[in-house]
């Protein structure tokens, strides 16, 4: 079995984005998504619309990264997939075609966990992009997930620090809908937390132990604060959006940020790497490189179309588990709860 030469198809539909790509070795050839709009009239994802939509996607999807990486399936070395975690639905599309498409190409198939490859999307080769060394601390923030994990090898992993009930990205989304904001309303907090001032409205961090994260409190204190301040002035939001977005923005990059520094200073590792949905806002990314010159941190933030759900990700991934011929039997199901120490 050849190791100079490998071509994983990568497919991914863990939530509501149906994406393929093709990786040649560490290089993306193709990296093809095609979002789901429907849910924006929902102000959420739905899940059967979603698993519909993917039914409808995969094939013209699969197609595209093929021509765009101008390959041959009998190309192919193996392909990957998102087994989980994520909705029971979405991964059984994914899963399904995925499992088919081996069996008749008769190529190896190759489980893929969503969170390790938010993280291991730093090796997938770009130019101008460094990749960490082991060990390093990972921030994977996302719409369903907010974790901090001690990665020590490709797939030697710890969670040392992750949420005890929202995620961050939720937190962003749930905030944007109280603001009367569309769906999805984390990168708009992001745009309009640019124009305002952070510090102009004060909302309470939670106190939560060790390095973990909670933001169910800090969604409620936005709530209450808002009907208050409406009852007071019935155009306050509108009168103070980027404020209140800026002073959002600046409490959650501060519970991330403190918990970060934290888990540098435990564990004594200096080079930190963020990854998911939510590294792709600016204030974070600020944050994180202001960081880097006060502690002395050696720090990786991934190119942009590498932060959101991509299949380009789960490509790499396929990369190295087929390195070292870590194929998955025929007979394997999707796995909506799919830690990454499993």
């Given at each position: 079995?050849?190791?100079?030469?490998?071509?994983?198809?990568?497919?991914?539909?863990?939530?509501?984005?149906?994406?393929?790509?093709?990786?040649?070795?560490?290089?993306?050839?193709?990296?093809?998504?095609?979002?789901?709009?429907?849910?924006?009239?929902?102000?959420g994802?739905v899940?059967?619309?979603?698993?519909?939509?993917?039914?409808?996607?995969?094939?013209?999807?699969?197609?595209?990264?093929?021509?765009?990486?101008?390959?041959?399936?009998?190309?192919?070395?193996?392909?990957?997939?998102t087994?989980?975690?994520?909705?029971?639905?979405?991964?059984?599309?994914?899963?399904?075609?995925?499992?088919?498409?081996?069996?008749?190409?008769?190529?190896?198939?190759?489980?893929?966990?969503?969170?390790q490859?938010?993280?291991?999307?730093?090796?997938?080769?770009?130019?101008?992009?460094?990749?960490?060394?082991f060990?390093?601390?990972?921030?994977?923030?996302?719409?369903?997930?907010?974790?901090?994990?001690?990665?020590?090898?490709?797939?030697?992993?710890?969670?040392?620090?992750?949420?005890?009930?929202?995620?961050?990205?939720?937190?962003?989304?749930?905030?944007?809908?109280?603001?009367?904001?569309?769906?999805?309303?984390?990168?708009?907090?992001?745009?309009?937390?640019?124009?305002?001032?952070?510090?102009?409205?004060?909302?309470?961090?939670?106190?939560?132990?060790?390095?973990?994260?909670?933001?169910?409190?800090?969604?409620?204190?936005i709530?209450?604060?808002?009907?208050?301040?409406?009852?007071?002035?019935?155009?306050?939001?509108?009168?103070h959006?980027?404020?209140?977005?800026?002073?959002?923005?600046?409490?959650?990059?501060?519970?991330?940020?403190?918990?970060?520094k934290?888990?540098?200073?435990?564990?004594?590792?200096?080079?930190?790497?963020?990854?998911?949905?939510?590294?792709?806002?600016?204030?974070?990314?600020?944050?994180?490189?202001?960081?880097?010159?006060?502690?002395?941190?050696?720090?990786?933030?991934?190119?942009?179309?590498?932060?959101?759900?991509?299949?380009?990700?789960?490509?790499?991934?396929?990369?190295?588990?087929?390195?070292?011929?870590?194929?998955?039997?025929?007979?394997?199901?999707?796995?909506?709860?799919?830690?990454?120490?499993?």
């Open positions: 079995m050849s190791t100079d030469n490998i071509y994983i198809l990568a497919i991914e539909s863990s939530c509501d984005d149906t994406s393929a790509a093709v990786l040649h070795n560490k290089k993306v050839l193709s990296n093809v998504v095609a979002n789901q709009k429907i849910h924006e009239a929902y102000g994802v899940p059967e619309l979603a698993s519909r939509a993917h039914q409808q996607n995969i094939v013209p999807v699969v197609h595209q990264a093929l021509a765009k990486a101008n390959i041959d399936k009998k190309q192919l070395s193996a392909i990957a997939f087994r989980g975690p994520g909705l029971m639905g979405s991964l059984l599309v994914g899963t399904s075609f995925a499992k088919s498409l081996a069996m008749g190409l008769n190529i190896p198939l190759i489980e893929v966990n969503h969170m490859a938010h993280i291991l999307a730093h090796f997938i080769e770009e130019e101008d992009f460094e990749q960490p060394s060990p390093f601390l990972a921030m994977t923030i996302s719409g369903g997930h907010t974790q901090i994990v001690k990665v020590n090898d490709f797939f030697s992993m710890e969670v040392i620090g992750e949420t005890t009930d929202d995620a961050v990205g939720e937190a962003y989304d749930k905030s944007a809908k109280i603001l009367g904001l569309s769906y999805p309303g984390g990168p708009l907090i992001d745009k309009l937390a640019q124009k305002g001032n952070p510090k102009a409205f004060t909302f309470p961090k939670p106190k939560v132990e060790g390095l973990n994260f909670s933001f169910s409190g800090l969604k409620t204190a709530l209450y604060f808002v009907q208050r301040e409406t009852k007071k002035n019935e155009n306050f939001i509108a009168t959006l980027e404020d209140i977005c800026a002073s959002i923005q600046y409490t959650i990059i501060n519970i991330l940020m403190d918990k970060l934290k888990a540098s200073k435990e564990t004594g590792i200096k080079q930190v790497a963020i990854g998911g949905g939510v590294s792709a806002n600016s204030g974070i990314r600020f944050a994180l490189k202001e960081a880097e010159k006060k502690y002395g941190w050696k720090t990786f933030i991934p190119k942009f179309e590498y932060t959101t759900d991509n299949a380009a990700m789960i490509g790499i991934v396929g990369h190295y588990k087929y390195l070292s011929q870590d194929f998955t039997k025929e007979d394997i199901t999707a796995q909506p709860r799919y830690y990454i120490t499993e």
